[in-house]
C-alpha cells in the first residue's frame, strides 16, 4: 500500500527533521514532556517569499532564516529552546532540489541550536512560498526578560551591529556595495542572541529583538516605560563606518538585542557580554517624559528620519 | 506616540482575543506554565483562501475552522487544550470588515472551548489569505491516544456522520442541493470530538481524526498497525440515506474520529459514546495481512473508487 503524495512527500523530506516527541510526523500531535518547574515561552513567526525573503533566496537559507527570526524572540526573553512546529505553504511544482536545499538547512541549524521539529504542515498554495513557525522555549519562572521594565535614567544597549539585514536586501537588489557577501549573509542568516539573552536574565530590565528597525523598536521600549528614550547616532554600532545611517536605524530585519539596564549595572552587562561572546554598545538612555524616541548627532540636534521602520499594513 | 499600522491593528483585532500568558501580545512571546505532572500535546495546521476555505466564506467561520481543525487533532490523542499561536497573512487592502469578523468568530469559538490565543505574526502576502495556527494541549503522561496500536480483530469505529463536509463543499459550489444549509455548516464549522477523545483514552487502541477521506486515513491506521482494514460500506454513517458515498468516503473535511477497540470493549466504546453525547458508529474491523483498506458492499464483494483521499501534491 504505497503513501499519497502529500505523506510520502513529508516522508521524504521533513522526518529527518522530527526530534523525539514528533512521533515520526506520523501521529495528529507531537508529544512532549515540559521540563520540570519551568515556565514555557512561546512565539511564532510567519515569511512569505517576495516579502521576507526573496523568491531567489537559496533555499538552504530561507528556513534557517525562519528558524533564527524565531530563536531570536526566545533570545529576546531570555528563554532556552525546545523544539518547534512549522507549516509550508508551496505552489504546486515546487522543484524536489528546492525541498532538499531547504530541509538540509533546517537540518545544520538543528545541530547548531540543539532542537528539533516537533509537527507541522504542508499545504500547497496558489500564491508565494509562505512559511510559519512556532518556537517553544523555556525558562526559570519569573525570570523571563521582558519589554516592560525600563525606568528612566535607565541605559540602553544594543548587540551586535545595526543596518546589516537591511544593506543586505538592499545589496541582493543590486543597490548597495557588498564584495565580500557579509551584508547578504546577515540578511540571510541573522544570528539569534540565545547566550546573551540567558546572560542578561536579572541584569537587563527590560529587552527586545530588533526586528522592524532600532527606532520603531525602541520606541515599544519606550511605550512600554512610559518613559522617553534618546539614542545617540555617532553610538549606533554599524559593521562599516561609510554604511547610511537612516537606512541602518529604520531598515530592520537586525535581530539584535535592544535592552535596558541601570547605569551601575553596567558592569554587569559587559561580563554578560564576555560570556555570551557577543559585543554590546551603550547607545542612549531613558528619560523621564512621553513615550517618544529621539536620534541625535553629535552636537545633540535632534535628527529627523523620513521613516521609522518597517510596517505591513 | 502613535502605533505603527502593524501593530495598531494587532491592538484593535487580535488583542481581544489574548489569554493570561499572552502578554497582552506586546511582548517578544508568551509564557505559559505548563500544568504540572502532563505532557504536552502540540499540533499545527494551515489553511489557503481557495484551497481550504472558500474566498467568499463568511469571515465569521474562518478563523473557527481553523481553530476547530487543530482541536481535533488535540481529540484524535484524547487531549484536553491548553491555548493556541496564529499567524495570519493577509492581501493589502484586507477590509477591516473581515477582520472584525474573523476575530468576532474566534472569540466566540474560544469562548465556547475555554482556550485563548497566546501569540502569533500577522504579515501581508501578494497571495491568497493565508494561516497557519499551532495548538497547545495536555494529557496525563503515557495517555494519550495514538495512530499505532491497533490489532488484527479489533473493531473499528467512527463518530458522528461521514462525508458532510465534503458535501457541504459541493453544495456550496452548486453542485449538491444542501435547502437547510446543514451541509455548508458541517464543511465550515467542523466540530471537534474533544469529550469523546478524552473518554476514549484506556479504551480505544489507536486513534486519528478523519481529515483526509476516510478510506485513506483508514490506510494510516492500517500502516500503523501492519494489519488489513475491511469496511463495511452499508454500515459508514450517513446524515442521508440519498449521500453519494463514493464522495463521502474519500472527500475529506470530516474531522470525525476513526478509532479501533477491542471487540470486548464494545460496551465501554458506547459508554464512552453516551458520557461524551457523540454518536459513534462500528464500520468494520482489522484483519491479518498486509496494510491494505477493503471497502466491501452488502454481498460482500470488494468495491472500487476513483480516488482514496485529499492530497495536496
Known sequence: ??????FA????????????????????????????GRELVLAADAMVAGVHFLPDDPPETIGRKLLRVNLSDLAAMGADALGYLMTVALPQGTPDAWLEGFVAGLAEDQALFGL???????????GPVTLSLTILGAVEPGTALRRVGARPGDELWVS???GDGALGLRAL???????SGFLARRYRLPEPRLALGAALRGIARACMDVSDGLLQDAGHLARAAGAAVEIEAARVPLSAPGNPLALCVTGGDDYELLFAAAP??????????????????RIGRFTPGPAAVTLRDETGRPMDLPREG???F
Not at 528539533?116 to 496558489?126: F, K, M
Request: hydrophobic share 45%; glycine share 10%.
Open 1 to 6: 500500500m504505497s503513501l499519497p503524495a502529500e
Open 9 to 36: 512527500l513529508i516522508a521524504r523530506h521533513f522526518r529527518r527533521l522530527a526530534g523525539p516527541g514528533a512521533l515520526d510526523l506520523q501521529d495528529d500531535a507531537a508529544l512532549l514532556a515540559p521540563p520540570a
Open 116 to 126: 528539533s521539529v516537533l509537527g507541522g504542515d504542508t499545504v500547497s498554495i496558489p
Open 160 to 162: 551586535g551591529t545595526i
Open 173 to 179: 537588489r543590486g543597490g548597495f556595495p557588498d564584495p
Open 264 to 281: 551601575e549595572d553596567a558592569p554587569r552587562v559587559e561580563a554578560a557580554s564576555r560570556a555570551a561572546g557577543t559585543a554590546v554598545t
Open 310 to 312: 518597517w510596517s505591513h
